[in-house]
């Protein structure tokens, strides 16, 4: 029987073609993309030093876009020419803010949230059933924020580019300081630990509309002893609506926790919605300061026998303020 081979053929393009095609490419185009500088102005917060700054970058309704630059100085972003920007500038060297928000006009900076628990073991329950730290009247269902740090901001909206620009943005503190003193503090040397929270602040900043949201919560912050039986302490925050502007509760409570060396823990509420509203921030000022008259500390309950009596719970004590 005679074997018969076959043969598959295939045509060979010629090596010189083959050649051709594999080095047929096009050049990257980069005509429609801009180099946009964007720097920071500190004129206005001389006193700013951050380490670390951030642009958000917003375009239609598309997520924005970060930037991160080292410094406070700004640096340089590659956009695409042909399109409309809003800038926000602000430092990002913090640590309890947070930020919120997709578009230009919803973009926010927010306060994390905290436990009183976690910030003083006053605060840690004694008894099964124990509700925790006890609360100024109208703030019950507030919740509890970290105060926010040191915060400056920028904005420069509508900006078209087309070619090479140079985004410069003012940049102001998001922030206020607001100062507690108490005086005649009786029977100071009887504490033991000390924690205050202010009630009706703002828990957020919208950078686009240059002021605080409505949305009320309580921020802790520390106060401690100084000279001639006072006390004193310093409080950060986004601010507050006025009560004109503010449908809802418009309350401002200070409420000053204390425990005491033989274990009593007692709080103090005072109402300083008018204080605040008095010293209301002028533009431009980022500082207020309250100052109230007396704060009445309970001498010590044990008669130097060396037994300090087991007191639970928390007892109230509201003070009038004369303004």
Same mark, same amino acid.
């Given at each position: ?7 598959? !053929?295939? $045509? ?5 073609? *083959? ?11 980069? &005509? #429609? ?36 630059? !080292?410094? $406070? ?5 590659? *956009? ?11 430092? &990002? #060297? ?5 930020t919120n928000g997709s578009t230009y006009d919803t973009f926010e900076f927010c306060c994390m949230p905290t436990d009183l628990a976690t910030l003083s073991p006053m605060f840690a329950p004694r008894r099964a059933g124990d509700s925790g730290a006890p609360r100024a009247l109208g703030s019950e269902n507030l919740e509890i924020v970290s105060e926010p740090d040191p915060l400056w901001y920028g904005v420069s909206p509508g900006i078209a580019i087309n070619g090479s620009e140079v985004i410069t943005m003012p940049m102001r503190s998001a922030v206020h300081y607001y100062t507690f003193t108490i005086k ?140």
């Amino acid at each position: 029987m005679t074997m018969m081979k076959r043969y598959c !053929t295939m $045509s060979l393009l010629p090596l010189t073609v *083959l050649l051709l095609l594999s080095c047929t490419h096009k050049d990257l185009d980069f &005509s #429609d993309r801009a180099s946009v500088l964007i720097t920071y102005d500190w004129s206005q917060s001389r006193e700013a030093s951050p380490e670390m700054m951030r642009a958000a970058v917003f375009s239609d309704n598309v997520q924005p876009v970060f930037f991160p630059f !080292t410094g $406070s100085q700004g640096g340089t972003v590659d *956009l695409a020419k042909g399109h409309t920007y809003s800038f926000i500038g602000y430092n &990002s #060297d913090t640590e309890y803010i947070y930020t919120n928000g997709s578009t230009y006009d919803t973009f926010e900076f927010c306060c994390m949230p905290t436990d009183l628990a976690t910030l003083s073991p006053m605060f840690a329950p004694r008894r099964a059933g124990d509700s925790g730290a006890p609360r100024a009247l109208g703030s019950e269902n507030l919740e509890i924020v970290s105060e926010p740090d040191p915060l400056w901001y920028g904005v420069s909206p509508g900006i078209a580019i087309n070619g090479s620009e140079v985004i410069t943005m003012p940049m102001r503190s998001a922030v206020h300081y607001y100062t507690f003193t108490i005086k005649s503090v009786q029977n100071l040397s009887n504490v033991q630990e000390i924690l205050a929270t202010l009630s009706g602040m703002s828990m957020s900043f919208n950078p686009s509309q240059g002021r605080c949201t409505q949305t009320n919560c309580i921020i802790p912050f520390t106060m401690e002893a100084t000279a001639d039986n006072q006390l004193r302490g310093t409080l950060r925050s986004f601010g507050y609506f006025p009560k004109a502007e503010y449908a809802l509760e418009d309350t401002k409570s200070l409420v000053v926790y204390v425990q005491t060396g033989d274990g009593r823990r007692i709080y103090y509420t005072f109402d300083v919605t008018e204080a605040l509203d008095e010293a209301a921030v002028t533009p431009g000022s980022t500082d207020v300061e309250i100052e109230l008259k007396e704060l009445p500390i309970p001498k010590p309950l044990y008669n130097g026998s060396g037994l300090h009596p087991t007191v639970d719970g928390w007892q109230e004590v509201e003070v009038d303020i004369d303004l």
